[in-house]
């Protein structure tokens, strides 16, 4: 059995490795059989070299003819790469067997930021056959994909285009999206944001990819794809994948956390939330001691109204991607919510009126009746709930396990 691994073959302007896998397994149908389905596989999202999701592809080939294989998969690579994009470092490796070093290499490309001589050193350690263009960088994303084994797992159906349309727009009828997001949800996520009313599923840039429907059933997923009204799919792919699995989250410490991971951790609301320009939101969170800035950017939109309601002392668990020192939010559950008190004057015992403050620390007054009491505090309604929020389809990082996927009763997705 072969495992052959592809990343950064795109750029911005054009292609997609997904794409390139796709013509491949078509074309190895010639030397071997694709075993199971292909694996779309998502790594680390803080990786600075990332065109746009931070995905590379595997997939097993049952076949002997390792050579032509080989062959086939390298002129493939050539044909279907964007060689001449600024970013672009392509890599392929095709290996025999997957070592558990191998299982290893893909849990750190999905949590840290790897460099490219690892992934050629354990190449060569291993004896996997490999090439690298330009810096290689590819590698390290082809090696991950190539030992990677999703303890959870979705899947994706991705719909390609004709190549004589790339770079024109798509042609896809938006109710017939509404109405197999209505008629699929929740068996499928991610179509369309209820919030902005926009469709997500379908990007905008010049790449193969008509659409890709995501979702935990692969029944509901082709109920959808049998909704939609488009323009006609050249070919059409469906990946298991580790995405919206939280795979990329470590559970962390405050005070002991690294840039470029993502963690989930607990604390304690610290400072009251605070906007910024250009409606970015942030507030602290302590833990043992420690401080954590936690922001939710403008392109969280509605989830923003939820942490305003937050306040110092309110209990969290928070989810998202450390950078340059503060977390950025993409999930949290409010574990227990802090009491917001109202304090005044007590009311005197005979008659009835708000007695008066006696002085600095001296209690308060009911200068007639001559009766004296302390401030009483009254408990305001908060206007949040207990339980789990999350930022809306149109900001959710692809790794992140979206609500949709939990059970329970404080769950509040965002659709
Ligand atoms: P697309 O989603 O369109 O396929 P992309 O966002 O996956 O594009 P790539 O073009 O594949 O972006 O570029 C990402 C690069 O980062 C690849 O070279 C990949 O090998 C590398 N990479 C992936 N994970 C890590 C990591 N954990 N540390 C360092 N580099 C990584």
Known sequence: MLTIGIDDTDSERSL???????????????????????????????APFKTRG?????????????????????????????????NTNPGLVVAETVTPEMRGFYRRAVTEI?????????????????????????????LAAVGSAFEDHTFELIHYRYRDRWGTPRSID????????SQTYPGTWDTVDMGSRRVVFSPHSPDPILFGIRGEDIGAIEMAASIIESEPAERRVLYITNQGTDSQMLPGEMGDLCDDRSYRLRGTV???????????????????????????????????????RL??????????????????LEKMEVIALAERLEWNAPVCPTCKR???????????????????????????????????????????????????????????PSR
Request: hydrophobic fraction near 35%; aromatic fraction near 6%; include cysteine.
């Open 311 to 328: 306040m110092p002392g309110d209990l969290l668990e928070v989810y998202g991607a450390v950078r340059g020192g503060a977390l950025n």
């Open 270 to 308: 610290a400072s009251n939330p605070c906007a910024i320009a250009g409606g970015h939101l942030f507030f602290d969170l302590a833990s043992n001691g420690a401080r954590l800035e936690c922001a939710a950017f403008e392109p969280t939109k509605g989830f923003r109204d939820i942490v305003k």
């Open 174 to 181: 938006e109710p017939s999206v509404w109405r197999a997001d």
């Open 114 to 142: 790897l460099e490219i001589d690892e992934a050629r050193k354990m190449l060569q350690e291993h004896g996997i056959w490999h090439r690298g263009f330009k810096k290689g960088r590819g590698l390290i994303g082809a």
């Open 16 to 46: 997609c490795t997904t794409y390139l896998a796709a013509v491949l397994m078509e074309r190895l149908g010639a030397v071997g059989e694709v075993e199971d389905l292909p694996r779309l596989v998502r790594l680390n999202p803080c």
């Open 354 to 412: 708000r007695m008066k403050s006696a002085g600095k620390e001296q209690g308060y007054r009911c200068r007639r009746c001559r009766t004296s009491g302390e401030r009483e505090s009254r408990a305001l309604p908060r206007e949040i709930e207990t339980g789990l929020y999350e930022v809306p389809p149109s900001a959710r990082r692809h790794l992140t396990k979206p609500l949709i996927r939990y059970e329970g009763e404080c769950v509040h």
């Open 54 to 86: 931070n995905a590379a592809v595997a997939f097993a080939l049952r076949s002997d003819r390792t050579e032509e294989v080989e062959e086939i998969a390298l002129q493939t690579l050539i044909e279907l790469s964007d060689l001449a994009g600024e």
